[in-house]
């Protein structure tokens, strides 16, 4: 019986912080407007860079075995950098979204909702991939690819061009380029 009660209570631990995980804690955000003084920059492409299998297999082939797990241990906490900053914008980008869904408009509404699930999918991925990069932090030899969350990232960026478009035509591009 005790035994029963303690598993019960450890799967409402572990939904409790799958829910923290997804939905994040960070303030309500009614207005897109309000982006850039709430999120971290993320270069993308400095990221893809980063997380390129092509480059690891360089440096693998070109530096000394204790050089290459050095620079690797290196790359994979400035990997966890940007993914925790991913992880932190979809969070925010989540509470724009849950306040847009308000909105009487139907289409914004409907964008509103896209970015609502497009965010819970991006801190779903940048949740596992943080775990397995921390773990290549104890083990430089594996492989880790956070692909997924680029890709994710991507996709919201998008997402919310799309609701800024509806929302305030005039900001759009200078909301998304702060992201």
Known sequence: MII??????????????????????????????????????????????????????????????????????????AAIAYVQCAFHNAAVLLRV?????????PQVSTAAQQLVNTAMRLRFYAALALLKLYAATLVPWARVSPLAVVEAYQQLTSVVSH?????????????????
């Open 4 to 77: 029963t009660l303690m598993l019960v209570a450890l799967s409402f631990l572990v939904l409790g912080f799958l829910i923290w995980v997804v939905r994040g804690r960070s303030r309500a955000i009614a207005d897109v407007r309000d982006l850039p003084l709430q999120t971290r920059p993320v270069d993308l492409t400095a990221f893809r860079n980063l997380i390129d299998p092509g480059e690891e297999e360089f440096l693998r082939a070109h530096l000394a075995g204790q050089d290459f797990r050095r620079i690797q241990k290196q790359r994979t906490l």
């Open 163 to 179: 609701l800024t478009r509806l929302q305030h035509p005039a900001r759009a591009i200078r909301i998304t380029a702060s992201l």
């Open 97 to 105: 979204g849950e306040a847009g869904r308000r909105s009487p408009d």
